[in-house]
């Protein structure tokens, strides 16, 4: 079954929320996304300010931003009874 946009957007978020700034192939890997759709997810999401770009040394690196934490929260994703139970959103760690 294909997850929808929103639960792209919702994964990557999640997994940055976790902690210190990561790579887009890192982001890949944990999100369980493939390319294509993981790039389109990262551009949408630095263009609604839900997540920055940064250069560190020769790296490329991503992060969330206060309002992209307000939106996990508020979508629960944790939680089990959150909409997104059931779905691959809720197996990200």
Do not use: C, H, W
Request: charged share 30%; hydrophobic share 35%.
């Amino acid at each position: 079954m294909e997850i929808s946009r929103l639960e792209t957007y919702i994964a990557v978020m999640k997994v940055l929320y976790k902690g210190d700034p990561i790579t887009k192939k890192q982001i890949i890997r944990k999100s369980n996304l493939n390319l294509k759709v993981a790039k389109k997810s990262l551009n949408f999401l630095i263009k609604s300010d839900l997540i920055i770009e940064k250069t560190l040394g020769n790296k490329t690196v991503y992060s969330i931003t206060d309002k992209g934490q307000k939106v996990v929260n508020y979508f629960r994703v944790k939680d089990e009874d959150s909409i997104f139970g059931g779905s691959n959103i809720t197996r990200i760690d």
